[in-house]
């Protein structure tokens, strides 16, 4: 078991454990040093219900060579740290545990476990979230086929208050996309997903050229963030049409439920403002096209209605803590509820505009 504080991991080792014997799809110890290694990165704050379960996932991944799993505890309050011990002491060889000396945020729990991370390639999982089977291997096999850096799949929507798969899922043609500015911008076209929602796998050597890093500090919208950036830069990032990604919705369509695992406290005028940022920074430096600001425009106008159906559903829902976390997260948010209220006292019907 290895617990480590900031500063302690090492940056410079490869990964020393092997496959998990009979278990990893018939691999063995002689084959694993064929097959790329990989390490699997979880930020993890307040997440002790349901981290076991994306660690479990991620360690019962197979035709992949070595793997690695970091947890990165953002200062929990809850059982997290002790899940983690009890992982780590299941599987010491596979499990780097690391405790932020102060809460970092996704994006800043998501470097710490990146630069602690020794595998070929690197993929990040939500603490609520989980890993289909065979899915690192799937993403890598066609990765290294396309010869792209970059790559992710869509979503399986999971109701996590019901422990299920949702009815309803996202079209997918099985297809291989190479991805622009553009496609994160709006909503794609075949599934209808925000590609913000998508959990990459990269190759490491991206991380040690700094060109895959979180915007440290920012805590809503990193991943857009981070996504137009490396695309700026030139980076292949693919997208393979197939679905392998656990997500779990933010409300469940089987149970009606907000997800017990979302812990975010949720702003999408903080998104909307960072958007405007990144559209501002490109446009500052000549890197914008009109087309492009317009789709940057059309997703702010999104978020900002995003905002006020939110605010409206925790508060038809009965969700006070959800409602009240809200309206403190920015004092625009009141002004959003009144003017939603205000919508309803009038007559309208169906979501706020």
Excluded at 53 to 58: D, Q
Aim: aromatic residues 6%.
């Amino acid at each position: 078991m290895r617990i480590e504080r900031q500063g302690d991991a090492d940056r410079t080792g490869r990964c020393e454990c092997g496959p998990r014997g009979e278990e990893a799809g018939g691999v063995t110890a002689a084959d694993a040093t064929d097959l790329p290694a990989v390490s699997v990165v979880i930020p993890a704050y307040n997440a002790g219900r349901y981290l076991e379960r994306a660690v479990e996932s991620a360690l019962a991944q197979t035709g992949i060579g070595c793997l690695q799993v970091v947890i990165v505890d953002d200062c929990s309050t809850d059982a997290t740290a002790k899940v983690i011990a009890e992982c780590a002491a299941r599987y010491p060889d596979q499990i780097t545990a690391l405790s932020n000396p102060q809460n970092m945020g996704p994006a800043g729990s998501r470097n710490r476990g990146i630069a602690a991370a020794t595998g070929d390639w690197i993929a990040v999982l939500d603490a609520d979230d989980a890993l289909a089977p065979g899915r690192l291997a799937r993403l890598i096999g066609v990765a290294e086929a396309e010869g792209v850096d970059v790559i992710a799949d869509l979503l399986v929507f999971f109701d996590l208050a019901a422990n299920a798969v949702e009815e309803a899922q996202p079209a997918c043609s099985g297809a291989v996309q190479r991805l622009v500015i553009e496609d994160f911008l709006r909503p794609d076209a075949e599934s209808g997903l925000d590609l913000g929602l998508l959990k990459p796998v990269f190759r490491r050597d991206l991380a040690q050229r700094r060109v895959w890093r979180y915007p440290d500090g920012v805590r809503h919208a990193e991943d857009l963030a981070l996504y137009v950036s490396v695309l700026r830069k030139g980076v292949d990032f693919a997208l393979l049409r197939e679905a392998h990604y656990l997500f779990s919705t933010r409300v469940g369509a089987r149970s009606g439920r907000f997800s017990p695992g979302s812990v975010t406290a949720v702003n999408y005028n903080s998104v909307a403002d960072q958007t405007e940022a990144l559209r501002d920074e490109m446009r500052q430096a000549g890197d914008i096209s009109p087309g492009l600001a317009q789709v940057f425009e059309d997703r702010i106008v999104r978020l900002r209605r995003q905002n006020r159906i939110y605010g409206w559903t925790v508060l038809r829902k009965g969700e006070v803590r959800r409602l009240m976390s809200w309206l403190r997260a920015d004092t625009r948010n009141r002004q959003d509820l009144f003017a939603v209220i205000g919508q309803k006292l009038r007559g309208r019907r169906g979501l706020p505009e």
